[in-house]
């Protein structure tokens, strides 16, 4: 069965950086898209970034853009995010999750709480 964990969050003040991880296994890693989504409290979960595939296109939401990169590195079926000039608006659980047979993202992994103070 898929499962996927993240690590990395934590409290960092404003304009710092953090490294999201999530360690994906029971299938083929490489051979699915990856994604990023945040949902902050009293807020429904919102896209940040996804990876359709090996080698594939990335996509970020327009509110990271320029800030957050994401990667991955199929040897450790692992994928990244990068988080630098972080704002008290990024502040949410983020949640790593790639796509079942049909598409959509329906894999998630528990979420890690990032917090930026201001």
């Known amino acids: 069965q898929v499962q996927l964990v993240e690590s990395g969050g934590g409290l960092v003040q404003a304009g710092g950086s953090l490294r999201l991880s999530c360690s994906a296994s029971?299938?083929?890693?490489?051979?699915?898209?990856m994604a990023w989504f945040r949902q902050a409290p009293g807020k429904e979960r919102e896209f940040v970034a996804s990876n359709e595939w090996s080698g594939g296109n990335t996509y970020y939401a327009d509110s990271v853009k320029g800030r957050f990169t994401m990667t991955r590195d199929n040897g450790k079926n692992t994928v990244y995010l990068q988080m630098n000039s972080l704002r008290p608006e990024d502040t949410a659980v983020y949640y790593c999750?790639?796509?079942?047979?049909?598409?959509?993202?329906?894999?998630w992994g528990q979420g890690t709480q990032v917090t930026v103070s201001s």
């Open positions: 999750a790639t796509e079942d047979e049909g598409g959509s993202y329906n894999y």
């Open positions: 029971g299938r083929t890693f490489s051979n699915y898209a």
